[in-house]
């Protein structure tokens, strides 16, 4: 039930509001000062404020300014004689949400509170959940992600190609003292190898051909943030070393300039590969990897996160419908089984488009399994035959890199020693001569 918070000192207005409110299964306080509301704001759960603008002790517009200084985010509606519009308008600027003329009546009222509520809804789901997931593993991701992220330390991310790994580096960000500060995600794979460097710490004019003014990098852009490097994997060499030294001296120079600027940023890095094997092959610098590495997370596939799959899928068709103002309830028991029991190689991201287009598809208003379209059972055979060569080529790789020690091959291959010779028996490889 959402909480209302009243801040009203004329008490009979106060008291039609709460009725009114509570008729609508609203749960309602009212305070009829100032110092009142503060109070209340700091030890209760409030969900939105309707406010007079002048009160006893003060007005709204001090008290919104209070909650920003307490970085209290509660949308606030402010009330106002017909005289007061512009003060109305100035608490906006303020950063109320809107404002109400008295005298006050129910069905203007209504309206403008549900369309707040919805709103905030949605953004606090997105403040204190990894979306729509409910699954144990998911849980344990969050906590981890919720511990860390009160500390300075780097985290890497590790996960399948699109099992969500930006979100939970957002929302490492948005639960650190951080948030107020930019989010960067940078997509290490996509960005040219004659262009990293550029890209990271910027340039000045005439640098280099082409760099005809100057121009700031991610982390000028992320200072005091967080940058979220996707696909760390994929530095080139020359700017891991950079990014090495930048982390370890704090400051960083743009090419060609002679200033050193001071470096504020946490990093969060993702990645989907098995990088101690990049390090053994000589790809990716080891002192990078433990400065990156302080704090990991491993995010689970979504084959292993069985039971958000359909409040995932459900999202995804609601977000569809109401973008695209279609009309479709559900999905049908079969559809249901078939979300459920295929491995999803591509993970969240898969789900989504498989909905979106399943939406688009579908013509009778559910989804049913001939809208998804999914490859056949055949296919998740030979996938799941394909993951498995993959499985056994990687552990024959380390056990070489590790010339054979078992305790350094599970290290390389981050699986305990028993998960090791369990996997050796399985893929018949044997390391007796
Ligand atoms: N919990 C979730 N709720 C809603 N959408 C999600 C969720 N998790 C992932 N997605 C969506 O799935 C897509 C893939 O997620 P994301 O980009 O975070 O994955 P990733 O692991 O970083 O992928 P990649 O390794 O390919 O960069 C995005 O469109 C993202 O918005």
């Given at each position: 039930?959402?909480?209302?918070?009243?801040?009203?000192?004329?008490?009979?207005?106060?008291?039609?509001?709460?009725?009114?409110?509570?008729?609508?299964?609203?749960?309602?306080?009212?305070?009829?000062?100032?110092?009142?509301?503060?109070?209340?704001?700091?030890?209760?759960?409030?969900?939105?404020?309707?406010?007079?603008?002048?009160?006893?002790?003060?007005?709204?517009?001090?008290?919104?300014?209070?909650?920003?200084?307490?970085?209290?985010?509660?949308?606030?509606?402010?009330?106002?004689?017909?005289?007061?519009?512009?003060?109305?308008?100035?608490?906006?600027?303020?950063?109320?949400?809107?404002?109400?003329?008295?005298?006050?009546?129910?069905?203007?009222?209504?309206?403008?509170?549900?369309?707040?509520?919805?709103?905030?809804?949605?953004?606090?789901?997105?403040?204190?959940?990894?979306?729509?997931?409910?699954?144990?593993?998911?849980?344990?991701?969050?906590?981890?992600?919720?511990?860390?992220?009160?500390?300075?330390?780097?985290?890497?991310?590790?996960?399948?190609?699109?099992?969500?790994?930006?979100?939970?580096?957002?929302?490492?960000?948005?639960?650190?003292?951080?948030?107020?500060?930019?989010?960067?995600?940078?997509?290490?794979?996509?960005?040219?190898?004659?262009?990293?460097?550029?890209?990271?710490?910027?340039?000045?004019?005439?640098?280099?051909?082409?760099?005809?003014?100057?121009?700031?990098?991610?982390?000028?852009?992320?200072?005091?943030?967080?940058?979220?490097?996707?696909?760390?994997?994929?530095?080139?060499?020359?700017?891991?070393?950079?990014?090495?030294?930048?982390?370890?001296?704090?400051?960083?120079?743009?090419?060609?300039?002679?200033?050193?600027?001071?470096?504020?940023?946490?990093?969060?890095?993702?990645?989907?590969?098995n990088i101690e094997r990049a390090i053994a092959e000589g790809h990716f610098?080891e002192?990078?990897?433990?400065?990156?590495?302080?704090?990991?997370?491993?995010?689970?596939?979504?084959?292993?996160?069985?039971?958000?799959?359909?409040?995932?899928?459900?999202?995804?068709?609601?977000?569809?419908?109401?973008?695209?103002?279609?009309?479709?309830?559900?999905?049908?028991?079969?559809?249901?089984?078939?979300?459920?029991?295929?491995?999803?190689?591509?993970?969240?991201?898969?789900?989504?488009?498989?909905?979106?287009?399943?939406?688009?598809?579908?013509?009778?208003?559910?989804?049913?399994?001939?809208?998804?379209?999914?490859?056949?059972?055949?296919?998740?055979?030979?996938?799941?035959?394909?993951?498995?060569?993959?499985?056994?080529?990687?552990?024959?790789k380390a056990?070489k890199a590790a010339?054979?020690?078992?305790?350094l091959a599970?290290?390389l291959?981050?699986?305990?020693?028993?998960?090791?010779?369990?996997?050796?028996?399985?893929?018949?490889?044997?390391?007796?001569?």
């Open positions: 039930m959402s909480r209302i918070l009243i801040v009203e000192d004329d008490v009979v207005l106060a008291r039609a509001l709460k009725n009114w409110l509570e008729r609508e299964r609203l749960q309602v306080t009212c305070a009829i000062t100032a110092a009142n509301a503060r109070r209340i704001i700091a030890n209760e759960e409030v969900d939105m404020i309707l406010s007079d603008l002048r009160l006893p002790d003060g007005d709204g517009i001090e008290l919104l300014e209070w909650m920003k200084k307490n970085k209290c985010r509660i949308p606030l509606i402010i009330m106002t004689q017909h005289a007061e519009v512009s003060s109305a308008i100035r608490a906006m600027k303020a950063g109320a949400e809107d404002y109400l003329p008295k005298p006050i009546h129910p069905e203007t009222l209504y309206p403008k509170l549900n369309d707040v509520l919805l709103r905030t809804r949605k953004t606090k789901r997105k403040q204190t959940d990894i979306l729509q997931r409910v699954s144990p593993p998911i849980r344990e991701v969050e906590r981890r992600a919720r511990l860390v992220a009160v500390t300075d330390m780097s985290v890497l991310i590790r996960g399948e190609n699109g099992s969500g790994k930006e979100l939970v580096a957002d929302l490492i960000h948005r639960t650190s003292a951080r948030d107020d500060k930019p989010f960067v995600p940078v997509d290490c794979g996509a960005i040219p190898k004659e262009l990293s460097a550029a890209e990271f710490f910027g340039y000045v004019k005439g640098a280099f051909t082409g760099a005809v003014t100057d121009k700031t990098g991610v982390f000028h852009a992320a200072d005091g943030g967080t940058l979220f490097l996707d696909e760390v994997g994929n530095l080139p060499y020359e700017v891991q070393t950079n990014l090495l030294r930048v982390l370890q001296e704090r400051r960083y120079r743009p090419i060609g300039g002679r200033r050193e600027y001071a470096c504020d940023v946490r990093i969060v890095a993702a990645t989907n590969e610098r002192d990078l990897y433990h400065r990156l590495n302080e704090f990991t997370i491993e995010l689970p596939p979504l084959r292993e996160c069985a039971d958000d799959i359909l409040p995932l899928a459900e999202f995804f068709l609601t977000q569809f419908c109401e973008k695209n103002h279609r009309r479709i309830t559900g999905f049908t028991p079969s559809a249901v089984k078939r979300l459920k029991n295929y491995r999803w190689p591509g993970n969240v991201r898969e789900l989504r488009n498989t909905v979106r287009s399943a939406a688009l598809l579908s013509m009778t208003g559910t989804i049913d399994e001939t809208d998804l379209d999914l490859p056949s059972t055949r296919g998740m055979e030979s996938y799941a035959l394909k993951v498995e060569q993959e499985e056994r080529t990687r552990i024959v056990l010339k054979y020690n078992k305790a599970a290290e291959l981050r699986i305990s020693r028993p998960t090791l010779y369990e996997k050796m028996k399985k893929y018949g490889i044997n390391t007796e001569k």
